[in-house]
């Protein structure tokens, strides 16, 4: 590796490690944490987690990231898969435990809070998701690709009109920022996937 | 020859009682109604726990609850009534007994209670509020704070009897 890539491959790195430790940091010094009990804050914070998680995971699934092979890229996506699938779980199990009746009437899409509904359906899209991921290999190729890719999209969508919508212990800036990098990445990642210009191509054929 | 029994003075007068009738508002039907009360909101009876004491104060204090009971209809204002009301505050989550409590409007129907500072919870700064009594028609409110950083909410209720 030359000077100028390495200088390069080090800068993207710091950029992706800003962007996952800033709004965690942030949100886990927020002064509202003073007055939640741990249940809560793990909850408040698993949702943090996650949408870094949801950031990396475009990343990773083309292989973005300099020094990590596509190969071990991918291995890491299916990880991180298995992780967000957990934060979105803790998330919603530590406020059900915080105040069940909230969170029966948001998964009922019976909640006055708008921002729920966005929630709900960004967490069944992870859910079905990582689901056709599970069942990738029996699954005809255009089903997994399509399927994959637009429940994805609709997570991400979700994630953003959610975070962006709640008041909380998020620092507004970098909740901004990140929403729109999860977009951003996502898009980026879908107009990388080669298999789409190549099923452009054949289909033109 | 046989006269109509409708002349054109009589049919003057009554086409202009016709006209003139619904003019002075004496046939409006909201009339009746009035002064409509308040429905319950969505989510308002969520960690609801039946019978929270009168107090003179919730916990420190240092947040003003404020409002008016008045009756559906013609609108007059309803003293002694107990208006219960609980949050997530400085002071614990909206589950916590100690964040739950109730009092009695005075003559003029304004009720007001001390409680600790609202803070932001579920996504949103809101309070909870309840009339429960019996009397009337139970109704459960869960309005929102404009801003996290306010001091006070006020919050009006119209009753309508059971």
Known sequence: MNQPSRVK??????????????PISLAATSPLLQWREP??????????????????????????????????????????????????????????????PDVIDVLLFRSPTPFAIWGVLAMWAVFGAALLAILRFRLPLRVWRLGHTALVTLAVIGTGVHALQIIGTMEQVTKVTLSLLIGCTLFAAILRRKVWAMGVRSRRN | MKTSPMTRRTALVLGGAAIL?????????????????TPTMRGGANNYRPDAPIVD????????????????????????????????????????????????????GVFRLEMPQIVPAFG?????????????KTVFLRPLMARPSDTTLNVDFVLEPA
């Open chain 1, 9 to 22: 491959s080090a800068l993207i790195w710091c950029a992706v490690v800003l962007a996952v430790l800033a």
């Open chain 1, 39 to 100: 249940t809560y804050i793990a909850a408040g914070l698993a949702g943090v987690l996650g949408m870094t998680i949801m950031f990396m995971q475009p990343l990773l699934a083309i292989g973005a990231l300099p020094g990590l092979s596509l190969q071990r890229s991918r291995y890491l996506h299916r990880y991180g898969g298995i992780a967000l699938v957990l934060a979105v779980t803790v998330h919603v199990v530590g406020l059900w435990i915080t105040s069940p």
């Open chain 2, 21 to 37: 009738t619904p003019a002075t508002g004496l046939m409006h039907p909201a009339q009746a109604a009035g002064l409509a009360p």
């Open chain 2, 57 to 108: 104060r919730i916990g420190g204090g240092g947040f003003w609850m404020t409002g008016t009971v008045r009756r559906a209809g013609d609108g007059a204002p309803l003293p002694g009534q107990r208006i219960q009301m609980w949050a997530h505050t400085t002071e614990g989550h909206e589950r916590d007994p100690h964040s739950h409590g109730a009092t009695l409007t005075d003559a003029n």
């Open chain 2, 124 to 136: 949103q700064a809101h309070g909870h509020l309840a009339y429960d009594s019996g009397a009337f």
